[in-house]
């Protein structure tokens, strides 16, 4: 990824994790869009938004898709 992407502030990241489980969920289960999404984020992601999305959890999780939290919640597994 790009430089500024380095920098995306948490609003743009949480704004863009959203996007992408709004655009995965139609028709699908939670589970099958959250496994979905992480695989999307492994592959497209910086590690380092990828570590700034997990920070979100603990702080902004409330403004989050169900979807998108859970997934969230698999990268950090794979992260910690």
Not at 9 to 19: C, F, G, Q, S, V
């Amino acid at each position: 990824m790009s430089e500024p992407h380095k920098a995306q502030p948490r609003d743009a990241l949480i704004k863009m994790a959203n996007e992408i489980a709004s655009n995965i969920a139609p028709g699908r289960s939670q589970d099958e869009a959250a496994t979905m999404m992480t695989d999307h984020i492994i592959r497209f992601w910086a590690v380092s938004m990828k570590l700034q999305i997990i920070d979100c959890l603990s702080t902004d999780s409330d403004r989050l898709e169900p979807a998108a939290t859970q997934a969230i919640e698999s990268l950090k597994e794979m992260y910690s």
